[in-house]
């Protein structure tokens, strides 16, 4: 019984409270609400996607200054002054028939420098005195990818020339010799 009274009176109550809001007013213009984007959205995956206002992107035409011709340098470290010393120290070797010690100073100069090619070059001539043709050869063609100027390209193909001629490769041979005649 007391069940019964509790649920009656509930019932009476959320009637009363239901009829005592207030009535919207049907003569006040509607405003003009401008919808947010919502704050957050479930995708039916489960995933929350939180989207965020973006103005569009502007399109600009770039305009872009003249640029002149660049060559581009290597900063190969051949500034450097221990690489200047080893250097002059393998040219010294060198030219007295020591092959060893300017083989270990150009290896010194090429860790120092790897992307030198002076150091390929003499690295290739040293390989060609000690009858290594096929070693000249690859340190040459190393020295060539990373040559800048037309004398050191000439001076490194001269040696690829020689150590084709070593091992008679004909094909290393006719490329050389081309090479030389376009430089």
Known sequence: MILRKTLISAIVLGLAGCQSLPAPEQNAPEKKVQKEPPKEIRDPSGVMIHPYDRPDIERKRLVIPEQQERVQRFEDGRNLPAFKKLMQQ?????????????????????????????TFMYLAMIASRKNQPANAEALAQRGL?????????????????????????????????QALKSL
């Not at 270990?104 to 100069?109: F, T």
């Not at 037309?150 to 020689?162: E, S, T």
Request: glycine letters at 4%; aromatic letters at 6%.
């Open 90 to 118: 393998t040219q010294a070797f060198y030219a007295k028939g020591e092959l060893n010690k300017a083989e270990d100073s150009a290896m010194q100069a090429q860790r120092l420098a790897p992307q030198s090619a002076e």
């Open 145 to 177: 990818s990373y040559a800048q100027s037309g004398p050191m390209k000439k001076q490194l193909w001269k040696i690829i020339l020689q150590a084709g001629q070593k091992q008679k490769k004909t094909q290393t041979i006719q490329k050389a010799q």
